[in-house]
């Protein structure tokens, strides 16, 4: 396997996986994270989410193979709009993200809540940041994010680390 880009890789890092989990990602672009995943830890189960067509076809292309084992479903949606794509039931024990930029671009609370009904109690959510700027990243992106992660039921934390802004939420236990 090619070199895994530090921002994939840092975000599976404080993801944490166990190896039995589902797993959600959202913006997942080709379908790098989600191949790794896979192939890493052979129990685990994805569910890969992106806005593109292209992306979805990528994605499904490039992971063919966990998507015939029925290890990985690949949906077009927008995060905004995951109960319709997913259904009401559908819960996850972890979520990540790669430099999707609705959180901070803009103040994303109704995608943020969309996202948190989907994890189960105690299920984590990462996201991940590769700023243009450099190593050092900007606080008003972080601020943004964890204001766009102020919802309720979910605790956030954020840090910066070798030039990554790492953003790691947990669903509260009670729901």
């Not at 530090?6 to 959202?26: F, K, M, N, S």
């Not at 191949?35 to 994805?46: A, G, K, V, Y």
């Not at 490039?62 to 690949?74: C, D, H, P, S």
């Not at 709009?81 to 993200?97: E, K, N």
Request: net charge neutral.
């Amino acid at each position: 396997m090619a070199r895994v880009p530090t921002r994939i890789d840092a975000a599976i890092r404080h993801l944490d996986p166990a190896g039995t989990e589902r797993v959600l990602e959202i913006g997942g672009g080709t379908g790098v994270a989600v191949e790794i995943l896979l192939d890493t830890f052979p129990r685990l189960t994805c569910t890969a989410v992106d806005r593109s067509a292209r992306a979805v076809d990528q994605t499904r292309r490039r992971n063919a193979r966990f998507v015939e084992e029925g290890r990985l479903t690949v949906v077009e949606a927008d995060v905004a709009d995951l109960t319709a794509a997913l259904g009401a039931d559908a819960t996850f024990d972890l979520a990540l993200a790669v430099n999707v930029n609705v959180f901070w671009t803009r103040q994303a609370v109704h995608e943020a809540g969309a996202l948190a009904a989907h994890l189960r109690p105690g299920g984590r959510l990462c996201l991940v940041y590769e700023l243009p700027d450099g190593r050092r990243p900007r606080e008003d992106v972080a601020d943004r994010v964890v204001r766009s992660l102020d919802v309720p039921g979910l605790r956030t934390a954020v840090r910066a680390e070798d030039g990554l802004l790492v953003v790691t939420s947990r669903r509260d236990l009670g729901g």
